[in-house]
């Protein structure tokens, strides 16, 4: 009935199996809490993916300094890893008229957060207040609309731990495709049914007017 909500194992942190280099441990090292982490993904600038698509590693957003909502979450998921936390992954997946977001999940006092790599103000960070995932997800719920005014979120997934995958999967290589495609593909939990989804109403005027706020404008509508 509430969702996922079971308690993940996850393997220990160890860099002299996954090689990440001095420096970017030195980076994510001052990151010991998730108030701080937040901090630096909400610094790197947005991901407009001039180029066409892309899903860059941890390495790769460190060196490149943009990121787009899930390569922000795998920065933020390897930052809790290397404090001891598992490396938590949580999509949350729109209809087909929107986009889905994903953000690294972090666990305090019993209640869930998520650090989130957004452009928009209600993409943003959750504090670890929510009793279930299904609860930190539907904290997202009224905002999430696309530009016709539509609220579209729709399910989410269960954690998709990352400790699992190998370094060059997600940390150290070039792209983190398979991680993509994973979080896609994992088991998801409906938020709202059939019935509800005809009666949803539209956002007004003045949500409309809010929604156009963006932390990066964007080089291609300038």
């Not at 300094?65 to 933020?76: D, K, P, Q, S, Y």
């Not at 490396?87 to 977001?101: G, N, Q, R, T």
């Not at 997800?137 to 009224?142: C, I, P």
């Amino acid at each position: 009935m509430f969702g996922y909500n079971k308690p993940v194992r996850t393997l220990k942190f160890d860099n002299k199996k996954i090689g990440l280099t001095p420096k970017e441990l030195n980076v994510l090292k001052p990151l010991g809490t998730p108030q701080k982490i937040q901090d630096f993904v909400t610094a790197i600038p947005q991901n407009f993916e001039p180029d066409g698509d892309t899903c860059m590693s941890v390495r790769e957003v460190l060196t490149k300094r943009r990121a787009h909502c899930i390569e922000g979450a795998l920065v933020a998921a390897l930052a809790f890893w290397v404090h001891g936390k598992p490396p938590l992954l949580m999509d949350v997946k729109a209809s087909d008229e929107d986009d889905d977001h994903v953000v690294a999940l972090f666990r305090e006092n019993g209640c869930w957060g998520a650090i989130s790599k957004g452009n928009h103000a209600y993409t943003r960070y959750r504090d670890p207040v929510y009793r279930t995932l299904r609860e930190l997800a539907m904290s997202y719920f009224h905002e999430y609309y696309n530009p016709a005014g539509k609220k579209t979120l729709r399910s989410y997934s269960r954690p998709l731990d990352l400790s699992c995958y190998g370094p060059d999967v997600w940390m150290t290589g070039e792209g983190a495709w398979e991680i993509a495609r994973d979080i896609d593909a994992i088991k998801h939990f409906a938020l709202i049914s059939k019935v509800q989804e005809r009666s949803l109403r539209p956002i007004e005027e003045i949500e409309r007017r809010v929604s156009k706020v963006v932390v990066h404008r964007s080089p291609r509508v300038r």
